[in-house]
């Protein structure tokens, strides 16, 4: 929509900025920690709720937030540290950092599939695309050596194909 849009994680809060005003506005959150939002093609946010194992999507024409619980054992929990869109594919991945695992929503089934990663103790902090879709993500724990093997990673991602995109 043109805007500057950001969260503020200890104020439960995302705001705006409209650049031929300068005007701020503000947004409370039904939830807890936002952070590191991101907007999919239809120009909704996508929102990690940092301590409430979820994300949340935003529509700005509606003002609506439609909350997505992350698929988890019932007694599991995990924080979302970040998420990104891969827009052509319409998927919002989640970087999970209690449970070793990548997660990927199909934005247009609302459907979940959970990648665990290849090493124990993996905090990622971001997650990245090429051109066909592929996923990039590194685990970033510092001290490296509290990750397994104490190996900083880079960890690629392919998912099957479902056909051209």
Do not use: C
Not at 10 to 32: L, Y
Not at 83 to 91: A, F, H
Not at 135 to 147: C, E, G, L
Request: net charge negative; hydrophobic share 35%; charged share 25%.
């Amino acid at each position: 929509d043109g805007k500057v849009w950001f969260a503020r994680l200890h104020t439960d809060e995302i705001g705006s900025i409209d650049p031929a005003t300068g005007r701020i506005t503000m947004v409370a959150t039904p939830f807890k920690g936002p952070r590191r939002l991101r907007t999919d093609d239809d120009g909704n946010l996508w929102i990690a709720a940092f301590p409430e194992s979820a994300i949340a999507r935003f529509e700005p024409v509606t003002g609506k937030f439609i909350r997505f619980d992350l698929p988890l054992e019932p007694q599991g929990g995990d924080t979302p540290y970040s998420l990104n869109v891969d827009r052509p594919r319409g998927i919002v991945w989640v970087n999970g950092n209690q449970s070793d695992s990548l997660y990927a929503f199909d934005i247009a089934s609302e459907t979940w599939q959970v990648i665990p990663l290849p090493r124990r103790v993996s905090f990622t902090r971001d997650v990245e695309f090429d051109p066909v879709g592929t996923a990039y993500t590194s685990i970033s724990n510092f001290p490296s050596w509290h990750v397994e093997d104490a190996q900083p990673t880079l960890i690629r991602v392919q998912r099957p194909s479902t056909g051209p995109g």
